[in-house]
Nanobody, 114 residues
Framework: QVQLVESGGGSVQAGGSLRLSCVTSGGFSSNTMAWYRQGTRNRRTVIATVSPTGYADYDEDVRGRFTISRDDAKNILVLEMKDLKPEDTATYFC?????????WGQGTHVFVTS
């Protein structure tokens, strides 16, 4: 069964850092992978992508603060987040880009306090 499982979320003060992980069941080495997030009032949006060759791109809201990386040998996708802001509070998900409905997991919650 194909699965993506996110972890690493938590509560952190503004200015702090978190490292999110997405462990996959494998088989995504040819896919562009992405991190998405959804706040309580917002729709789910893509914030970072990484191509099979490692090219990364970011939404302007997180560029310079977040770093996406992948290790296909270990079937893991990582999002390093620094200088967190209260507006980064959201549930974070990983998926391919464009996303597949059947791959959405439970996400991991990030709460940034001011």
């Amino acid at each position: 069964q194909v699965q993506l499982v996110e972890s690493g979320g938590g509560s952190v003060q503004a200015g702090g850092s978190l490292r999110l992980s997405c462990v996959t069941s494998g088989g995504f080495s040819s896919n562009t992978m992405a991190w998405y997030r959804q706040g309580t009032r917002n729709r789910r949006t893509v914030i970072a992508t990484v191509s099979p060759t490692g090219y990364a791109d970011y939404d302007e809201d997180v560029r310079g603060r977040f770093t996406i990386s992948r290790d296909d040998a270990k079937n893991i996708l990582v999002l390093e987040m620094k200088d967190l802001k209260p507006e980064d509070t959201a549930t974070y998900f990983c998926n391919v880009r464009p996303p597949l409905r059947e791959l959405w997991g439970q996400g991991t919650h990030v709460f940034v306090t001011s």
